[in-house]
């Protein structure tokens, strides 16, 4: 049995039977020349979205290979395929860096770049499906080599169609980013704007943007290397008008954001904030104290222990606000 405590962010000391890494292009042709793929499998990134309850009774195959290398370059643009196994974080840096922009609402996200597509991470006013050109993936269980443009993939909040049609069918070896030579700046998620009308800053440029978000970050959210967790456990509810205006009568100061078909997302860290969850602790599964929607583990909790917690949090906010709360992160075996 392979202990798979280095490989999820929630530090949860569960075992696999079989853990096959893919450094290198010949380690990912082999893996489809011996693998039996209709034996239970699980393809892990960085492990920073997933929450294991108990041991994994199948195989683990964790893609960690590297490289980037620009494909495509014009005179305001450029495309960059990036490995699958790179850390998200380190891209985004190296990209800012090098005057590459277009990514930096997306700093500190813990995870590698083959995973952004898959759940289409998101953050501060922008998501990953907004600067994807194109993922090039193996098919299961074939080993064909294909690419597929943005699109094409279904991306929506926290979704998209690797975790549908493609679910288990793709394994991603790279993505293809498409950024800007230009600076320029987003700047609508509301917290965002609050710091620079703050620091008195009306036009920040991408490098500020970036400095920004890392620290909000990291005034917020716990640094998973310090105190294990999966960053938001829930998603942000999508709820009808109807609904909304009767617990906007109730609850007049609700966040909200007006999404599509004249429906409104909540924010869920508070709703499980109001409902007193906020910095509680049992053992050492806990809710972070700064961001109601982080569940932590601060040393020893077990995967289930952290999940019976979060189903008592989901009943509570059911319980209250009459809304539902999923789970962002994908919960195994
Ligand atoms: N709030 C509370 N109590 C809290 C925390 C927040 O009432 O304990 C309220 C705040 O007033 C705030 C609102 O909730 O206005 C929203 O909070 P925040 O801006 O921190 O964002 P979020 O909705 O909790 C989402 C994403 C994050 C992303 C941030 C910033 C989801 C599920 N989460 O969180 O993504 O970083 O916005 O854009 O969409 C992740 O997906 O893992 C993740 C961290």
């Not at 800007?180 to 009308?197: C, G, Q």
């Not at 400095?211 to 909000?216: A, K, L, P, R």
């Not at 049992?282 to 019976?308: F, M």
Request: with cysteine; charged share 25%; hydrophobic share 35%.
């Amino acid at each position: 049995m392979f202990s798979l405590i280095n490989h999820n962010s929630f530090g949860i000391d569960a075992k696999t039977e079989n853990f096959i890494e893919l450094k290198s292009d010949d380690e990912i042709d082999k893996i489809f020349e011996t693998f039996n793929w209709e034996t239970k499998f699980f393809i892990l990134g960085g492990g920073s979205n997933v929450l294991f309850t108990d041991h994994y009774d199948g195989t683990i195959i964790h893609v960690n290979n590297k490289g980037k290398s620009i494909i495509e370059e014009s005179e305001n643009d450029l495309l960059i395929e990036v490995a699958a196994g790179e850390v998200w974080e380190d891209f985004v840096e190296w990209a800012v860096k090098n005057r590459y922009y277009g990514a930096e609402n997306l700093a500190l996200i813990p995870g590698q770049c083959g995973s952004a597509p898959v759940q289409n991470i998101g953050a501060y006013g922008l998501e990953a499906k907004d600067i994807i050109h194109s993922v090039n993936f193996r098919e299961i269980p074939s080993g064909a080599k294909k690419t597929i443009l943005a699109n094409e993939c279904n991306f929506a909040y926290r979704d998209s169609i690797f975790k549908n049609e493609l679910k288990n069918r793709a394994l991603i070896t790279s993505v293809v980013f498409k950024l800007s030579k230009r600076p320029s700046s987003n700047v609508t998620y509301r917290s965002l704007k609050e710091a620079f009308e703050k620091k008195n800053i009306s036009n920040p440029t991408p490098e500020q943007i970036y400095q920004t978000v890392v620290d909000i970050r990291r005034e917020k959210l716990p640094d998973h290397r310090e105190i294990g967790n999966g960053g938001s456990f829930f998603k942000n509810p999508v709820i009808s008008q109807e609904k909304f205006s009767k617990l906007l009568e109730q609850y007049p100061d609700l966040v909200h954001w007006k999404v599509d078909n004249g429906k409104y997302k909540l924010a869920s860290a508070q709703l499980i904030d109001k409902c007193g969850w906020k910095a509680y602790r049992n053992g050492d599964a806990g809710v972070h104290p700064k961001q109601a929607l982080v569940l932590v583990n601060y040393g020893n909790a077990s995967g289930s222990e952290i999940w019976n917690m979060a189903k008592k949090i989901q009943a509570d906010v059911l319980k209250n606000f009459g809304v539902s709360i999923e789970p962002e992160v994908i919960i195994l075996p």
